[in-house]
């Protein structure tokens, strides 16, 4: 009786081994992007499980975006290696089931987005990164009249403003809040009266332009400060808005 329990546990493990045998692979760099594994059967073998485990361990590698399953004659397993996009969805959702307030969110980038700042200033590759700054707020401008092309475009800019800043764990991070970022944004802007809304959007334009010239200057002090207090303004503004949590913004289409 004791036997037959451990052996079922063995067998409901088995499919989570192998998922994370393969995840390994991918992360590690030892399977790359549009590798292919080889059809089931020939998976089925190399493991030594059932079909239905494998499918199983499949199953739990594509839900996490690791691998695509092509079905038919010509199918067959493709890995994906993981990206931003995929950690940034899987973040969203995390926020949404803990029903995390927005203030945490724009806390969180409040923290972040000024030390980026203040490292660009300070980095010898300042000026290639305030031109590429400067083409996103471009796209800002030439976005003011539409909400949910100029929420994209505004997120883009802060996004890149901390992977310009060089740290890639801070980077990372941002990337993770981009989906909330966006659609805060939008819902301010579709929310707003249109006369209200164009003045927020060009004030923050303004505000930018303000902090590029800063980070040309190499002024690392007051290039902080000031996105520091931009910042704060900015979440004053966000969180004027209805949605309070992560998860009534989340419901808000785009």
Known sequence: M?????????L????????????????????????????????????????PSLREALRILEAEGFITVMRGVHGGVIVHEPDERMTARTAAMV?????????????????????AARAIAGSRRRKSAVAELRMLVAEEEAA????VAFGVANAAFHERLVALGENQTLAIVAEMLNEI????????????????SLRTRRRGIASQH??????????????EEHWREHMAIV????LGQDAATVVALLDHHR
Do not use: Y
């Open 210 to 223: 303000h902090l590029l010239n800063l980070l040309e200057a190499g002024d690392a002090t007051a290039a």
């Open 144 to 147: 003011l009249g539409d909400p």
């Open 235 to 238: 979440g004053k503004v966000m």
């Open 95 to 115: 926020l949404q089931a803990r029903n995390v307030a927005l203030s945490d969110v724009f806390e969180a980038r409040a923290q972040i987005e000024p030390l």
């Open 181 to 196: 970022v966006v659609r805060a944004v939008t819902a301010v802007s579709c929310s707003a009266d249109v006369v209200g």
């Open 12 to 51: 409901r493990e088995k499919p989570q081994l192998i998922a994370d045998e393969l995840r390994a692979s991918i992360v590690s760099g030892e399977l790359s992007e549009g590798d292919w594994l080889g059809h089931e059967p020939d998976l089925v073998e190399r493991f030594g499980v059932s079909r």
């Open 2 to 10: 004791g036997t037959r329990k451990h052996d079922g546990a063995q």
